[in-house]
């Protein structure tokens, strides 16, 4: 997904430079920081003059910001880029970014000798000197890093494809090598930024209307600021506090970088969301182990037991792998005994997908497929059930809900909790029409299912002040 940005606002529309037309089409796949990074790619590629068209077969410059992370995602890129032959022609320029294009590295221009660009998130910063190079007409630039670089990809040009809620990332590359992961390897070393500098660009947001930041980083809580300055929680408590901040969120945190003062933060300060996502990856101590997680079940359940403790009702989501190789029945009943131990209100669960140049791709992958889309079934039936049941807990609750989108089919409201759980709501008795995309509406829970909330919005009367959004231009973020 890239979303759209906010309208076309780069000069020279289809002028042509080096038989490349300057206008781009750009595909995205992967996570959230692979979403953001469109963002910051869009913005630059503006910045420069580039024109973005919503249709492949317009553009001049096709890019493809690709994730790597399972289930032989090199094979489905080359299968795509094969569908992006038919389209080559005259001043079609093709370009291969973001996970798979570090790991496959040059490799892509022997197997799709019409890529003129290979490049991994670490080289972005380089994106307006590669963009040269390939208006020169060069059809062989890599922008490949292998962990070199100290350097993290800043922008006062980034285009956010959403006016009030927006992502900053503060923190790039992983230094954790899991053995099932290609991220250290795609994403380059661990480097933050100043936490000045995402003070700078939270603050401009602010002003420009956004009301909810999100920070990213594969290990969000592993920043560092380089100059000493602030703490992760501190950050945090900062970035909730600016003026016009209502919702700031985190993701993904690692477990071993997990520490106290991010629960007191969250209790402390009411702008930060009531949702931590701790990925587990096991129940089992011993999988732990094989994985190089670096922490036990036990661990971990001490971390759970901040967090159950909390002051406020902290939602908790998480990350499985099923059949990691070795993992006995055993194995896999301790993590749906930590499911029962937990209660997380989301899993996201996937079966172990052997990867290019990790340690476990090494290992024999010893868990036939059928038994790993056992475990995932079982899996994902029992986090159902504690959904279903655990979600219960929020009937007749009032919550605020910030609007994303409205079904006119049903004449509900589809907003956001604090917990990030999503609510569909109506509106309550004498309201009149639909609050807007981005306000936030109070909504009384009527009823629970296992993956959503129900409810109504109440009555607040014409003369109640409610939360309505402002988007201010400019749409750059100028950083300084
Ligand atoms: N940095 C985060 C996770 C980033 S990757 C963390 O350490 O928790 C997102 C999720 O993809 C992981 O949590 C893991 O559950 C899954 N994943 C990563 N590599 C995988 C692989 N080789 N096979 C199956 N799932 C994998
Ligand atoms: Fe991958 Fe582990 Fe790094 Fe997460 S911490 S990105 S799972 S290597
Ligand atoms: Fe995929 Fe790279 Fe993100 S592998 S999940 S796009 S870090």
Redesign the pocket.
């Given at each position: 997904m890239t979303g759209e940005s906010w309208g076309s606002h780069g000069v020279g529309y289809g002028r042509y430079t080096g038989g490349v037309s300057k206008t781009f089409y750009i595909e995205t796949f992967g996570?959230q920081m692979n979403a953001h990074d469109s963002e910051k790619v869009i913005g630059t590629l503006e910045q420069q003059g580039y024109a973005r068209v919503q249709d492949e077969v317009d553009a001049g410059l096709i890019l493809y910001n690709t994730c790597s992370?399972?289930d032989k995602a090199e094979q489905k890129v080359f299968h795509r880029l094969n569908e992006y032959k038919k389209l080559q022609g005259e001043g079609k320029r093709f370009a291969v970014i973001g996970c798979v294009a570090q790991q496959e590295g040059e490799k892509i221009f022997e197997k799709a000798p019409y890529v003129s660009l290979v490049a991994g998130s670490a080289s972005y910063r380089n994106l307006p000197e590669m963009l040269a190079r390939l208006e020169a007409g060069e059809t062989r630039i890599t922008g490949l890093d292998d962990r070199q670089t100290d350097e993290t990809f800043e922008t006062e040009f980034t285009a956010r494809s959403n006016p009030h809620r927006g992502y900053i990332t503060i923190i790039e590359g992983?230094d954790?090598f899991?053995a099932?992961?290609?991220?250290p390897y795609t994403r380059g070393k661990e480097r933050s930024r100043t936490a000045a500098s995402v003070l700078v660009e939270a603050r401009k947001m602010a002003d420009m209307g956004f009301t909810e930041i999100q920070f990213l980083g594969?290990?969000v809580n592993s920043y560092r600021d380089p100059s000493g300055r602030m703490s992760f929680a501190e950050l945090l408590v900062a970035v909730g506090e600016i003026e016009g901040v209502k919702r700031v969120r985190f993701t993904?945190s690692?477990p071993r970088d997990f520490t106290r003062d991010i629960v007191e933060a969250i209790d402390a300060t009411p702008t930060l969301c009531d949702h931590i996502h701790l990925?587990v990856?096991s129940g089992s101590t011993a999988v732990l182990k094989a994985m190089a997680r670096e922490y036990s079940r036990e661990w971990y359940l001490e971390r759970m037991s901040w967090i159950h403790g909390a002051k406020r009702d902290i939602s908790i989501t998480s990350?499985?792998?099923v059949g990691f190789p070795g993992e006995t029945d055993a194995d896999f009943e301790e993590t749906i005994t930590l499911l029962d131990a937990v209660k997380y209100d989301a899993v996201?669960a996937?079966?172990?997908?052997?990867?290019p140049n990790?340690p476990?791709v090494g290992m024999v992958d010893s868990i036939p497929e059928e038994v790993k889309t056992e475990r995932l079934r079982i899996l994902m039936d029992r986090q159902r059930e504690i959904q279903r049941e655990h979600y219960g807990r929020h009937l007749n609750e009032v919550q605020e809900c910030m609007v994303e989108s409205h079904n006119m089919a049903r004449m509900q409201v589809v907003g956001r909790s604090t917990q990030n759980k999503t609510v569909n709501f109506v509106m309550g008795a004498g309201e009149v029409g639909m609050p807007p995309v981005g306000s936030y509406v109070p909504v009384r829970i009527t009823k629970t299912l296992p993956n959503c909330l129900v409810g109504e919005a109440l009555a607040v009367g014409p003369d109640a002040v409610r939360y309505v959004p402002v988007v201010r231009q400019p749409q750059f973020v100028v950083l300084n």
């Open positions: 996570c992370i399972r992983c954790k899991c099932y992961c290609v991220v594969q290990n993904t690692h990925p990856q990350d499985m792998i996201f996937f079966k172990f997908s052997p990867r990790t476990a």
